[in-house]
C-alpha cells in the first residue's frame, strides 16, 4: 500500500490503490481544490504535526492526508483506509502555524470531515460511541446532570476503589478515560444574568458559559465574570445558550453546528453587546468562523459575520482594553500552556502572557515543544485513548520538567487531559486557568488560593 517514495519528502504516488465506488465527495463543500493545489509538498509541517511524531507515515502527516484529499477530489472512493487517516488528525492546526505556503489546511479537514460524516458508513460501535458523545457533550443541562453522581464517586473513594481494581480500562476503555479525565469537582453558584462593572463602565460584554466549562469547571467561569467586572466590563449572561457547536464543527457535524450557531446569534444578538467573550479555545476558534459556517444562509450570513466580529477570547479582550484593576503580587512559579484552539487556531501567544507577566513576583517559564498538542482535541482523547495518553504523558514531561508549580491554560480539555497525564506521571503540578491567576491576583489572595500549600 505504501509506495517507496514515502518519507522521501516527494508526495506517495498511490496510497490506495485503484478507484472502485463512487468518488470520495459530493458537491456539497467538498475540500477546495485550489486549497489542496496550495501544498507544494515541501514537507516543512511534519515535525509540527502530533500524529506524524506518534506514528512516522506520511498518510498520518498534514501533507499525506492533503494528498490523499487530491486523491478523492480526483475520482477516488472514500475507503475505510482513507477514513482512519483523516479521523487520525487532531485538528490541532499545528500544520496551519508551520506552513510557510499559508495553506489552509484548517478549511480542508472541517469540509472533508463533514463528507466522511455524511458519505462514510462507520461501524455499529463507533456510531454507538459517536451518538452517546455527541447526545451528551454539547448539551450543558445533561453534563450538569452528571455532577451529583460524580460528586458522590469521587468524593465517597469509589474511585479510589475502582483505581485499585484495574478492571475499568480492561471492561469499559472509553468510560475508563473519561473516569480519569474527570476534574474533581466542587460546589459553585451559577453566576448572574447580569453583573455590573466596577469602577467606570468600559465595555458591555455578552459571555458564553459552555458546556464542558459550565458543567466541570464553574469555578473557571466565576473567575472570568469577576475580572471582566473588575477590569469595568459589564458581564450579560444569558441563561439556555447552549452549545456554540464546536464540538460539532469540528467533527464534520455541520447541520448540528449551524444549528446550535443560529441559537446562540438568537440569544445575544440584542443584548447590546459590544464584545462576545469566550474564555475556552476551542469554542472561540469555531465562534469566529461563524460567519463561514453559517455564509450560505440568507437569513444569518450577515448576522453571523456581526457577531463573529465581536468574538473575542478572554485574554484577547482584557489585553485590548488594558488593566485597570490593581494587581496584587502573587509569588509563584508558572508553566503557560498554548491551547492548539487558542495558539495555532486563533494566533493568541502573547495576549495572555502579558497578562501573566503583569502580576507581581509571578515567575513565566516556557514549555519544550510547545507547538505540540497535549493530546486532548476536543473528543479525539476519548475515541483515540492510547495515542491520546501517550501525546498527554509528552506534554506532561516537559511540563513538570519546567519546575513550576502551576500549570496554566485557556481550555476545559486540555487541564483535564494534562491533569490526568501528570497524574499517571506520579507528578503534582497545581492547574488553573488564566481567569484563575488574575481573579487570585486582583483579589489579593495570595499563592495559596492556586497552590495548596501541601502541593
Ligand atoms: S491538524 Fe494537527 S494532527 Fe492534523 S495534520 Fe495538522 S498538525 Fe497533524
Ligand atoms: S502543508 Fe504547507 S508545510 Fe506542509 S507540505 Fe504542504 S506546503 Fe509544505
Not at 453583573?195 to 463602565?201: D, K, N
Not at 501567544?349 to 497535549?374: F, K, S, W, Y
Request: glycine share 10%; charged share 20%.
Amino acid at each position: 500500500m505504501v509506495d517507496s517514495t514515502w518519507g522521501t519528502g516527494e508526495p506517495p504516488r498511490d496510497v490506495l490503490g485503484p478507484a472502485v465506488g463512487e468518488p470520495a465527495f459530493d458537491h456539497d463543500h467538498p475540500p477546495r481544490a485550489e486549497q489542496v493545489a496550495d501544498c507544494v509538498h515541501c514537507g516543512f509541517c511534519l515535525p509540527a504535526c502530533p500524529t506524524y511524531a506518534l506514528w512516522g507515515a506520511e498518510a498520518d502527516s498534514p501533507r499525506g492526508r492533503i494528498y490523499l484529499m487530491g486523491q478523492g477530489l480526483g475520482g477516488e472512493p472514500l475507503s475505510d483506509s482513507m477514513v482512519r487517516h483523516f479521523d487520525r488528525c487532531l485538528g490541532c492546526m499545528s500544520c496551519v502555524t508551520a506552513c510557510p505556503s499559508g495553506v489552509r489546511y484548517d478549511r480542508l479537514i472541517e469540509d472533508t470531515r463533514a463528507q466522511v460524516e455524511r458519505r462514510h458508513r462507520r461501524s455499529p460501535r463507533e456510531r454507538a460511541l459517536r451518538a452517546a458523545i455527541f447526545a451528551l457533550f454539547p448539551y450543558p443541562r445533561r453534563l450538569r446532570l452528571l455532577r451529583a453522581p460524580l460528586r458522590a464517586y469521587q468524593s465517597l473513594g469509589l474511585q479510589r476503589l475502582v483505581a485499585r481494581t484495574g478492571l475499568l480500562p480492561r471492561l469499559a476503555p472509553t468510560l475508563a478515560t473519561l473516569e480519569a479525565l474527570a476534574p474533581r469537582l466542587r460546589g459553585v453558584p451559577r453566576p448572574p444574568r447580569r453583573v455590573r462593572a466596577r469602577g467606570t463602565r468600559r465595555a458591555v460584554v455578552g459571555m458564553l458559559t459552555g458546556c464542558v466549562q459550565s458543567a466541570f469547571f464553574p469555578d473557571v467561569n466565576a473567575a472570568t465574570v469577576r475580572v471582566l467586572a473588575a477590569e469595568g466590563c459589564e458581564v450579560l449572561i444569558p441563561p439556555g445558550q447552549g452549545c456554540c457547536g464546536a464540538l460539532s464543527v469540528h467533527n464534520g457535524r455541520r447541520d448540528e453546528a449551524q444549528r446550535f450557531a443560529r441559537r446562540l446569534i438568537d440569544t445575544f444578538e440584542h443584548t447590546g453587546m459590544d464584545y462576545f467573550v469566550v474564555n475556552a479555545a476551542g469554542c472561540g476558534s469555531s465562534l469566529k468562523e461563524y460567519d463561514e459556517l453559517l455564509a450560505d444562509d440568507p437569513a444569518y450570513a450577515s448576522r453571523a459575520a456581526a457577531f463573529t466580529a465581536k468574538v473575542r477570547d478572554l485574554a484577547e479582550l482584557l489585553h485590548e482594553l488594558g488593566p485597570v484593576a490593581e494587581r496584587h503580587p502573587l509569588p509563584v512559579t508558572v508553566a503557560y500552556h498554548d491551547a492548539c484552539h487558542l495558539g495555532h487556531a486563533q494566533g493568541i501567544r502573547a495576549q495572555p502572557r502579558a497578562l501573566l507577566r503583569g502580576i507581581p513576583g509571578l515567575d513565566l517559564r516556557e514549555i519544550a515543544d510547545p507547538e505540540i498538542c497535549c493530546g486532548s482535541a476536543g473528543i479525539w482523547n476519548v475515541l483515540n485513548p492510547a495515542p491520546a495518553a501517550e501525546l498527554g504523558d509528552r506534554k506532561a514531561a516537559n511540563v513538570l520538567a519546567t519546575g513550576a508549580d502551576l500549570l496554566v491554560t485557556a481550555n476545559p480539555g486540555c487541564l483535564m487531559q494534562v491533569a490526568a497525564a501528570v497524574q499517571r506521571h506520579g507528578g503534582t503540578i497545581a492547574l488553573a486557568h488564566t481567569a484563575q491567576v488574575l481573579d487570585a491576583s486582583i483579589r489579593g489572595l495570595g499563592s495559596a488560593a492556586l497552590v495548596p500549600p501541601n502541593g
